[in-house]
């Protein structure tokens, strides 16, 4: 969806990354991803209880899910969303004596149930699936995309990760991640590659953006180019490029 000012078209933001679900040190990847309502964030009940060995049930005249698990028994009214019973996480605090941490800039949801103790940073090397991708498309593309988008939203750094992607895909660019990169075929491609900053320690945005990107979610289709216009040394791509719209501070052009 896009939005037109002017001569200017807006791409929708992507404000925050897809929650995600770090349970007792296990990235878990349900049916029905957490959604966000006015009783706070909410779980799939038998996704997240099975998952803790629990057993679950439906009454369907009450329309509540009962929660058994060593002889303990906790109903559940929740809320349904797309045939799914979705659960508060108080729920599952009451029902697991889970400890619940939730990272808002990174909907990065870390529960345990078990005494331990995941931090933020480990729980987000624990996120990757590498379904089609490796740990090193993950960083590389995770170090461009802080180098291109430091300080910009994080749509801005997923729009950034999606032109990398867009170009892999393309088959008028390497065929991989880092070649995408480095690629010097008719000049250095981005200029991170050849100030440094390439090689920066991305932040956990970035990262964020990367993996989501990785794993499919684009926010920047088709497009093949991005141009900072306040910074550029070049006006190139504007010249000789469609203009496609525009994404924080950065213009995309096919």
């Known amino acids: 969806m896009f939005v037109h000012v002017g001569d200017i078209t807006y791409a929708q933001e992507v404000t925050a990354p897809a929650h995600r679900i770090v349970l007792n040190g296990q990235y878990i990847h349900p049916n029905v991803q957490p959604v966000e309502s006015k009783n706070g ?3 799939p ?8 060995g629990a057993n679950v049930s439906w009454d369907s005249d009450s329309r509540t899910a009962l929660v058994s698990r060593d002889g303990a028994l906790k109903t559940c009214k929740g809320e349904i ?3 799914t019973m979705m659960a508060p996480v108080s729920f ?3 029902m697991f004596d889970a400890q619940t ?5 990174l909907n990065l949801i870390i529960m345990n149930t078990d005494g331990g103790y995941i931090s933020e940073q480990a729980a987000l090397a624990l996120l990757p699936s590498y379904n089609g991708y490796s ?3 993950l960083n590389w593309l995770a170090k461009i995309v802080e180098a291109e988008a430091q300080g910009e939203t994080y749509a801005s750094k997923l729009g950034v990760a999606s032109v990398i992607i867009n170009r892999r895909d393309s088959g008028k660019y390497p065929a991989t991640i880092k070649g995408v990169i480095f690629d010097k075929k008719h000049g250095v491609q981005f200029t991170p590659t050849a100030n ?5 320690e991305p932040s956990a945005s970035s990262f964020m953006a990367a993996l989501e990107a990785l794993e499919g979610r684009n926010n920047a289709p ?3 180019f991005f141009m900072n216009p306040k910074i550029a040394t070049t006006n190139w791509i504007s010249k000789n490029r469609q203009y496609a719209f525009t994404i924080g501070g950065h213009s995309y052009y096919y």
């Open 92 to 94: 599952f605090a009451d």
């Open 222 to 224: 088709e497009t093949l």
């Open 135 to 137: 740990e090193e498309d």
């Open 101 to 105: 941490t939730c990272v808002n800039k």
């Open 196 to 200: 440094g900053s390439v090689y920066n």
């Open 41 to 43: 964030i909410l779980l």
């Open 81 to 83: 969303v797309n045939d």
């Open 45 to 52: 009940l038998r996704y997240v209880s099975e998952t803790l």
